[in-house]
């Protein structure tokens, strides 16, 4: 019987759409499901708080769907699995650098694991996953696999049954220097390999590399990533003529610490069009360098040519990626004004100095270059003709001035630029000229737009407007005035805007609301005045937004607290007012994470459901307001809490229980305001660096706290209460205590000897990483703030809090010696026990307290004569020894003929000796003037000395003075020119003082 062709194709078609609508293999499904079971997330344990995000789409019955799932369309078993990095910047297997990391990772996978069920798969990508300690024996028979990419964390040999997959491609591996090959004849039995890519295997030890090379000559790409190869042993690493890889066209050898003649063994692949010899030991390249005529991209950073490098690259005229960046260079050889094909340069790092090279003039065609961290102190106003370029770099440079009309070439004629940055230059004057013309381009561009940290003035330019495509555009850090252009709230793909520390004033327009892309905002430390729009509180992609330190007042809008996505709020340093009690009225957010309205005027009290209002909130400054009522109980509910600071205020009532045990608490700041009650035994903050609790009407004694209830507490302070009873040695447990204040209470009894164990105190030397870093050295001690008495002042200590050292015990009721224990305290920067009832003499050995800059033991009764050993403390610049008993004369040498004043040894009567006028018995005047023959003859030596230095001080000054004066007299034009620039240097120096000026009484609050 004959079938039509019709009915034929009918057929088929009817069975296609059968089986396209029939599931996946359950079995195969089940077994993905277990794998999927088996991945931990890295995000997840780094942040608990994140979302879980594992493989999303792997649910219901339909896994041929399942992202990264590919089905065989007849028979319907899985062929394709792949679950590559999120942060992965190679989509495609062309990649010269592997520089992404798993997002998960999968442990105790066993032989029996679900990957054995997937007997039809031809394509395993899991860069996405670290396999960690999982056997990779099973691998080896999948045989249908022609790619299979891995990233492997377990250390040790990379299974040689991988060579069973004689139908591989592509073969990657991707590890942390921990797997390693010793042998590499299995991958000569891959003859069908395309792709060979090692990315940090160590392949040190891999003596037959070379020859297993040769042996495939299928290869097309060849990548041997920081595989330290160039560490094997000198006979295996002896050039070897690569004579069958003539197809290979993209070679990697980055990183791997080879040196000039292992580069000869590659002479004969003269198909190569990628070649990547960066980060190595070269020192120069071969002359058969130039044969390569088909490269490329020739990437060479990293390596240290000494100028030897560019002669043998004349002829590449052709070449089109070409990276040249840490090379010590020291110019531009001008050659490369010839290379008319070039689109991408790199030239970061080198020693290129003055302007930048003319060489680049012609390059026409470049889209990205890189020119920064050199010594390039000016921009030429021909870079503008560079119209082609994406990316320019000129950060890490030491540019000081650009030719008139630069910039606006740049801005006006580039339309393709996407980045552009010149920040930290201290360039000055208008950006562009208001006469310029920056409208050559019918559409912009840019992207990224970062002019910060320069001395930029003048009204907000204009052109901005013309700039539709910016996403991020930092002004910070200029002197830029007038008010924020209207059309900056029409550049709708705005996400990062920073103008802060300027002069901008006026009101804030209400059109940045319109700006729905936005999600930083940054306007803090301006002249800003008027209320805040609530047009702001549309602003639903905002995650930053700081208004901080301008003249705003008024009420918060409560459009703010719909921001749902916003996690930092900092609107301190404002006149703003109301009450704080209308956070309550907040019910969107939920992310805040950050709330700072210092320095104010609110009033009213704390809402008792704060956790409820802001429940992630973690960084909380209410201070310096005038917030009463009590401190809410229900603090102890922010679980992720890491900074209360309510200093400052009028709260009133006792410090609840609760709040003493918040164990994510770092800074407790609840100074200045009227507490009262007594301290509490139970407390447990075992991450708590500062507890300040000064200024109060705490009361009671200073419990007994257990040795692990301040594990970390670098500074205590108590000042200003109403504490008696003794200190309890429970504190000197405290080993890491930095700053210990009880000052201006009524404690008694002596000073715990065992004061001297506490390590905090100890060399700052001991605070100092071997990199130089700071112990604790973290963002966030510079925002902190703490007030200490030292050298007689009261001091506000931020960014040099974490330097701090002092002990102050003064104004109690103290008695009995000054331990002698607390000479070991040798890191002591301040140490106060003025107005106590101390008695007994200084310790002979407080001269080992060589940091000490501030000593006070005044007003106390102290006997004896004043230690020798004082003299030794050369950073001693404030001392108090008045109103006590000492006796006999007062040291003379060293830091006592800095410290004069006689004030500093009044109410002493039994004391004499210079600086006071009591003579000591025994001592005549003429004692007092020579007190020996050597120091007769020294002084006479000093005299001749000061007559002979007077002497060639008035010679030389004569000379110079004439020299110059003279000359300026004899040459008029000479002299004109001379006073001219100096009036100008005037000019200048004024102008910058009056800005610096303003600026400082802008980020004063009035």
């Known amino acids: 019987m004959r079938i039509s062709l019709n009915t034929f194709v009918f057929v088929l078609l009817l069975l296609f759409t059968i089986t396209a609508n029939l599931g996946c293999i359950e079995q195969e499904r089940q077994a993905l499901l277990i794998f999927k079971n088996s991945l931990h997330s890295f995000i997840t344990d780094a942040d ?23 089905c065989n369309n007849v028979t319907k078993h899985i062929v394709k699995i792949e679950i590559s990095s999120s942060s992965s910047s190679c989509a495609s297997s062309s990649c010269l650098s592997w520089e992404s990391e798993p997002d998960l990772y999968v442990q105790h996978l066993n032989q029996n694991q679900p990957l054995l069920h997937f007997k039809h798969l031809t394509h395993l990508d899991l860069s996405g996953v670290s396999l ?87 290869l097309s790409q060849i990548h041997l990533f920081d595989c330290g190869i160039g560490n094997i042993p000198i006979p295996s690493l002896h050039p070897i003529s690569l004579m069958n890889l003539t197809n290979v066209q993209v070679l990697n050898l980055a990183s791997n610490s080879l040196q000039d003649q292992v580069l000869d063994s590659f002479r004969n692949m003269t198909s190569i069009r990628f070649f990547d010899i960066s980060q190595n030991s070269f020192t120069s390249l071969p002359q058969w360098f130039d ?27 052709f070449i089109r990626d070409f990276d040249l960046s840490d090379t010590n260079l020291c110019s531009v050889p001008s050659w490369l004004s010839k290379c008319k094909s070039l689109v991408k340069l790199g030239l970061a790092g080198n020693f290129l100095r003055g302007s930048i090279p003319c060489a680049l003039r012609n390059l026409t065609s470049l889209t990205v270059l890189d020119l920064s961290d050199n010594n390039l102190t000016s921009i030429p106003i021909w870079l503008g003709e560079l119209k082609s370029l994406i990316r320019l770099d000129l950060q890490g440079n030491n540019v000081r001035s650009a030719e008139e009309g630069s910039l606006a070439s740049i801005l006006g004629n580039m339309c393709h630029l996407k980045e552009f940055s010149l920040s930290g230059y201290k360039l000055q004057g208008e950006v562009v000229p208001i006469n310029s013309n920056i409208s050559s381009c019918k559409n912009y561009d840019l992207e990224d737009l970062d002019l910060s940290n320069n001395n930029f003035s003048d009204k907000l330019p204009s052109w901005l407007g013309k700039f539709k495509n910016l996403n991020y555009l930092d002004l910070s850090s200029n002197s830029f005035s007038g008010s924020i252009l209207h059309s900056l709230g029409e550049m709708v793909n705005l996400s990062y805007l920073d103008l802060s520390s300027n002069f901008f004033n006026g009101v804030i327009h209400w059109n940045l609301g319109n700006l729905e892309s936005l999600y930083y905002l940054d306007l803090s430390s301006n002249l800003f005045t008027g209320v805040i729009p609530r047009s702001l509180g ?88 005038h917030i009463e009522g009590s401190i809410p109980d229900s603090f102890c509910k922010l679980k992720a809490v890491v900074t209360i600071d309510l200093s400052n205020n009028k709260l009133s009532g006792v410090i609840p229980t609760s709040i003493m045990n918040m164990t994510s608490l770092v800074w407790l700041h609840l100074n200045n305001n009227t507490l009262h009650g007594e301290l509490p035994l139970s407390i447990n903050l075992k991450k708590l660096l500062i507890l300040d609790l000064g200024e109060n009407r705490l009361s009671g004694a200073i419990p007994s706290w257990k040795n692990d209830t301040f594990p970390e507490l670098q500074i205590l302070r108590l000042r200003g209460n109403m504490f008696n009873g003794t200190v309890p040695s429970n504190l000197c447990r405290f080993s890491k205590l930095q700053v210990l204040d009880l000052a201006k209470n009524s404690l008694t009894g002596a000073i715990p000897h065992c004061f001297g164990n506490i390590t905090g105190m100890a060399l700052l030397e001991a605070k100092i990483m071997p990199n130089g870093t700071l112990v604790n050295a973290t963002k966030q001690w510079n925002q902190e703030d703490v007030k200490q008495v030292i050298k007689g002042r009261e001091l506000d200590y931020t960014k040099n809090l974490v330097l701090l050292t002092n002990l102050d ?73 008045s109103n006590n008993n000492f006796s006999g004369q007062i040291p003379r040498g ?44 020294d002084g006479e030596n000093d005299k001749l000395d000061k007559i002979l230095f007077y002497f060639v001080v008035a010679l030389g000054f004569a000379t110079g003075f004439w020299g110059i004066i003279g000359v300026l007299y004899v040459k008029k034009n000479w002299r004109y020119a001379c006073f001219g620039y100096v009036d100008e240097v005037a000019d200048r120096i004024y102008v910058a003082i009056v800005l610096k000026v303003a600026k400082l009484k802008n980020k004063l609050r009035l």
């Not at 999303?56 to 019955?61: A, E, K, L, M």
């Not at 060479?300 to 040519?305: D, E, M, Q, S």
């Not at 103290?814 to 101390?838: R, W």
């Not at 830091?895 to 000796?913: E, H, K, R, W």
Request: proline share 6%; net charge negative.
């Open 48 to 70: 608990p708080s994140s979302p879980p995000s594992i493989l999303p789409s792997w649910q219901g019955h339909e896994c041929c769907k399942w992202e990264g799932i590919a």
């Open 132 to 218: 960690g300690s999982t056997p990779m024996n099973f691998l080896g028979s999948m045989q249908q696999l022609r790619y299979l990419s891995l990233y492997i964390e377990f250390q040790g040999m990379i299974p040689s049954s991988l060579g069973n997959l004689t139908d591989l491609r592509v073969l990657r591996i991707s590890s942390f220097n921990e797997a390693y090959s010793h042998d590499l004849s299995w991958v000569a039995q891959l003859s069908s390999l395309q792709y060979l890519g090692f990315y940090a295997v160590n392949l040190s030890m891999a003596h037959n590399l070379f020859q297993v090379l040769n042996k495939l000559p299928s």
């Open 291 to 317: 044969k390569l005529n088909k490269l490329v991209g020739l990437y060479l950073a990293g390596n240290r040519f000494s100028g030897r490098i560019l002669p043998n690259l004349e002829n590449m005229t």
């Open 538 to 625: 549309k602003l639903e992609n905002a995650g930053f937004m700081s208004l901080a330190c301008n003249h705003l007042h008024g009420n918060i809008p409560s459009s703010l607290g719909q921001l749902k996505n916003l996690y930092t709020l900092n609107l301190s340093s404002n006149s703003l007012e109301g009450t704080i009690s209308h956070l309550a009225r907040w019910s969107a957010a939920k992310s805040l994470d950050t709330l700072s309205l210092s320095n104010n005027r609110f009033n009213g009290s704390i809402p008792e459901n704060l956790d409820e209002i802001i429940p992630e909130l973690r960084y909380l400054e209410l201070d310096n307001n």
């Open 809 to 881: 015990l003064s104004d109690n009721r103290f008695d009995g010696q000054i331990p002698k224990e607390l000479s070991s305290l040798s890191g002591l920067l301040g140490l106060n026990l003025s107005y106590n009832d101390l008695y007994g003499e200084i310790p002979e050995k407080i001269g080992d307290m060589r940091s000490l800059e501030s000593v006070d033991f005044s007003h106390n009764k102290l006997f004896g004569a004043i230690p020798s050993s004082m003299s030794s403390l050369t950073f001693l610049s404030h001392l108090n020894l």
């Open 894 to 937: 060293n830091q006592f003929q800095v410290l004069d004043d006689p004030l500093i040894y009044a109410g002493n009567p039994f004391l004499c000796g210079v600086p006071l006028e009591a003579i000591c018995p025994g001592v005549t005047d003429t004692d007092v003037s020579h007190q020996d023959p050597e120091g007769y003859e």
